[in-house]
């Protein structure tokens, strides 16, 4: 079945420096391919998204790319500030009936 | 244009009582996924509804759990005799087509 594994963390990293986040997905045909992200006491806000192969997704500095010869989906962003301290979560849908999350990547970005 | 709107935002349950989480898509959508959320896990899915069908309910418990989403109203995610291991953040998210998917703020369930 379809399934979605990212990196685990937490992942702690000083402000300024380069981020990336793993995630690698299977799935059968071609499924859309998302990040969320999510901070503390709220739900899951839509980052980014792809919905197709070599597609790029991006938003607020943050860049992903749907390679589907590696089947990944990894999230970089060139310069993390410390406001991008949260949970992020990277999803796909093949169907529609279902989007499959993975477990989640706790960052912290420190002064 | 208002976001997915879920109420209440917490909740409080004695062992044994029922649940009742609301949650009102946004305009214009007519898909509507809920999710549960336990510490330090990821989210996991529950059940796929449109006005008045359940479409997929894979991820419900059998037992305890319902879903509905009526022609009027809002959805609603209902749990009869909650127990401890019901605590957790219930995430309700709608979607105009089934393509992309948007949160609300989330409800969160403690049983005492």
């Known amino acids: 079945g379809d399934s979605v594994t990212q990196m685990e963390g937490p992942v702690t990293l000083s402000e300024e420096a380069f981020l990336t986040i793993n995630c690698t997905y299977t799935?059968?045909?071609?499924?859309?391919l998302f990040w969320y992200v999510q901070y503390p006491g709220e739900g899951l806000q839509l980052l980014l998204k792809?919905?197709?192969?070599?597609d790029k997704g991006s938003n607020k500095g943050f860049e992903a790319t749907y390679r589907k010869e590696t089947t990944s989906f990894h999230l970089e962003k060139g310069s993390v500030q410390v406001s991008d301290s949260a949970v992020y979560f990277c999803?796909?849908?093949?169907?529609?009936?279902?989007?499959?999350f993975g477990t989640g990547t706790s960052l912290t970005v420190i002064p | 244009n208002a976001g997915v709107m879920q109420n209440p935002r917490h909740l409080v349950r004695r062992r044994g009582q029922e649940a009742r989480l609301r949650c009102s898509p946004m305009?214009?959508?007519?898909?509507v996924y809920w999710y549960r959320q336990l510490p330090e896990e990821g989210l996991k899915f529950m059940v796929y509804?449109?006005?008045?069908?359940?479409?997929?309910e894979s991820g419900m418990p059998k037992e305890r759990f319902s879903a509905e989403f009526p022609k009027e109203g809002p959805s609603i995610l209902r749990i009869q005799q909650v127990v401890r291991g019901d605590s957790a953040a219930y995430f309700c998210?709608?979607?105009?087509?089934?393509?992309?998917?948007?949160f609300g703020e989330g409800s969160w369930l403690t049983v005492v």
């Open positions: 998210a709608s979607s105009p087509r089934a393509d992309t998917i948007y």
């Open positions: 799935a059968t045909g071609y499924p859309s």
């Open positions: 792809a919905t197709k192969a070599d």
């Open positions: 999803a796909l849908s093949s169907t529609g009936n279902q989007f499959y």
């Open positions: 305009k214009g959508h007519s898909h």
């Open positions: 509804l449109q006005k008045e069908n359940i479409i997929d």
